[in-house]
């Protein structure tokens, strides 16, 4: 589906110091959680027939799938290796994130299909096999998430460069339809809470961007937020 960043490990590249910023995942993280406890809900609330709306619907379904399964992607690629390979006592755990990883790219396998079918139908029966799919992702999700902030994350704060770090980001935004970075970036802000929004985007958006936001790209991310919740977007809690 994607393209393979080349596997690395090893010591740090020279002039690289470890250590790195990593509290973009917690953001990251809380979208998906969000994400694939909203999917199920949006799916099952379409009338039966009404394929219009359940192809809006689908548009969400997979915006989230192919976002979890690059986010994944690009930690398998740039992480794993390296974090073996620096922190030894940490394989085991390392590991199991692989192994969990494959559960999700096992189950995110089903999805297209099925997306495709309740998309040509909206049907109450393949909008139920279609839910109760990313039901099954969500809930593998909510036990991953947590393993993985707990006992990865701190390790990584510690081994990796921050220009490692920043590997897995590039790798999501090279592969993301361009015309969904809109939902992306908004997504992200969101995620935000609403007292530390203006900090966090000075600090982690360039001013070009920022201005970007503000004329253009928050009013394609409004538009998609009334599309796809047309009574209101729950809260990214």
Not at 111 to 130: F, H, N
Not at 136 to 164: F, M, N, W
Not at 214 to 225: D, E, G, N
Request: aromatic letters at 4%.
């Amino acid at each position: 589906m994607t393209t393979r960043m080349p596997s690395t490990s090893g010591p740090l590249p020279a002039g690289e110091t470890a250590g790195c910023d990593t509290s973009d995942i917690l953001i990251i993280h809380r979208i998906f959680r969000w994400g694939f406890r909203e999917a199920p809900r949006l799916v099952r609330e379409v009338r039966p027939g009404d394929t219009e709306r359940a192809a809006i619907v689908a548009d969400t379904v997979d915006l989230m799938t192919l976002g979890l399964h690059v986010h994944h992607e690009g930690e398998d690629e740039a992480m794993w290796d390296r974090l073996e390979h620096r922190r030894p006592a940490c394989g085991a755990t390392v590991d199991l994130m692989r192994e969990q990883h494959r559960v999700v790219a096992g189950l995110l396998e089903r999805v297209p299909p099925l997306v495709e079918t309740w998309r040509a139908d909206a049907s109450i029966e393949s909008g139920e096999r279609l839910a109760a799919a990313l039901d099954d992702i969500g809930a593998t999700l909510g036990v991953h998430l947590g393993q993985e902030e707990a006992d990865i994350v701190p390790v990584a704060a510690e081994e990796l460069s921050q220009r490692e770090w920043d590997e897995m980001a590039e790798h999501g935004r090279t592969l993301l339809p361009k015309d969904r970075v809109p939902i992306q970036l908004g997504l992200m802000i969101d995620a935000v809470p609403a007292a530390d929004r203006d900090d966090w985007s000075r600090r982690n958006l360039p001013a070009p961007v920022r201005l970007l936001w503000l004329v253009l790209l928050k009013r394609k991310y409004t538009a998609w937020q009334r599309a796809t919740f047309p009574t209101g977007m729950p809260a990214l809690v």
